[in-house]
């Protein structure tokens, strides 16, 4: 099946700095989403692309959709404790009839006061 | 606004026990499925379903059935307990229009002993 390599595995922030992680994948997706999830909860949807360029904000939270329709970023800016979690990349490929998504293996995000 | 709700949250099942992990979603969802998480593998699709009466296995499905009678009600189903599938499961949905975006429950943490 498609693997999706996500980087970095962890990082260790200092209180304000911004954070970028990203995706990487050996297939084609029309769809990336990133997801962000909390200690003892279900992730919850941060930001969707659906066309290859596309570059969509979210508050603090900028994600883009690779050229090549192979990769995608996530930026944080100005992060803040509430930051903390795992982040991670989801990915659906141009044919499957259940639309199902491929996940990264995760950022876990720690932010220093 | 219930959402995706799993129960139960936490389990300790022996080895060779059965047991049954509930998954009910409110939203009127086409798509549901079931994933495993564990530390540093990101998520792992054990079974999907993308209506009532059909159900299809992902990627890990060896070990565990499940079977879909309504719409809002996915069980997976535990035979016979191995230490190999001590993990974390989620559960979610998605409807049948272009909404990309998953809805995840807060998980059942699983431990075989």
Known sequence: GQ??????????????????????????????LWYKQDPGEGP?????????????????????????????????????PSDVGIYFCAG???SGSARQLTFGSGTQLTVLP | NAGVTQTPKFRILKIGQSMTL??????????????????GMGLKLIYYSVGAGI????EVPNGYNVSRSTTEDFPL?????????????????????????????????????
């Open chain 1, 3 to 32: 693997q999706l390599n996500q980087s970095p595995q962890s990082m260790f922030i200092q209180e304000g700095e911004d954070v970028s992680m990203n995706c990487t994948s050996s297939s084609i997706f029309n769809t990336w």
């Open chain 1, 44 to 80: 919850v949807l941060l930001i969707a692309l659906y066309k290859a360029g596309e570059l969509t904000s979210n508050g603090r939270l900028t994600a883009q959709f690779g050229i090549t329709r192979k990769d995608s970023f996530l930026n944080i800016s100005a992060s803040i």
């Open chain 1, 92 to 94: 659906q490929p141009l």
């Open chain 2, 22 to 39: 509930q998954c009910t979603q409110d939203m009127n969802h086409n798509y549901m499925y079931w994933y495993r998480q564990d530390p």
């Open chain 2, 55 to 58: 159900t299809d296995k992902g």
């Open chain 2, 77 to 113: 189903r535990l035979e016979l307990a191995a230490p190999s599938q001590t993990s974390v499961y989620f559960c979610a949905s998605r409807s049948g229009h272009l909404n990309y975006g998953y809805t995840f429950g807060s998980g059942t943490r699983l431990t075989v002993v």
